[in-house]
C-alpha cells in the first residue's frame, strides 16, 4: 500500500540531504500518514482513514464534512 493520504491525496516529496561536506544524495521525505477512525455526523457512522496529520488539523479546525466538500470527496466511499 503506497503512502498517500486518502483525503488530501499527499504522497512523498524528492528532496536532497546534504552532508557537511555539501555532498548532495537524494533523500524520499514522506508524508505522516495515520490511521484514523472519525465520526461523520451527516452520515452517521464511523470512517476508517489513512490521513496525513495536516489533513487531521484541518478536519479538527473545520470539521469533517466541510473538509471533504472542499476537497471534493465522497465520504461514502471511504
Known amino acids: ?3 498517500v493520504c486518502q483525503l488530501t491525496g499527499a504522497k512523498a516529496n524528492n528532496g536532497m540531504a546534504v552532508s557537511h561536506s555539501h555532498i548532495r544524495t537524494k533523500k524520499l521525505q514522506q508524508v505522516n500518514l495515520q490511521k484514523r477512525r472519525l465520526w461523520w455526523a451527516e452520515g452517521k457512522k464511523w470512517i476508517n482513514a489513512r490521513i496525513s496529520t495536516k489533513a487531521l488539523k484541518t478536519i479538527q479546525k ?3 464534512n466541510n473538509f471533504a466538500k472542499s476537497q471534493g470527496i465522497d465520504l461514502n466511499k471511504i
Open 62 to 64: 473545520v470539521g469533517l
Open 1 to 3: 500500500m503506497s503512502r
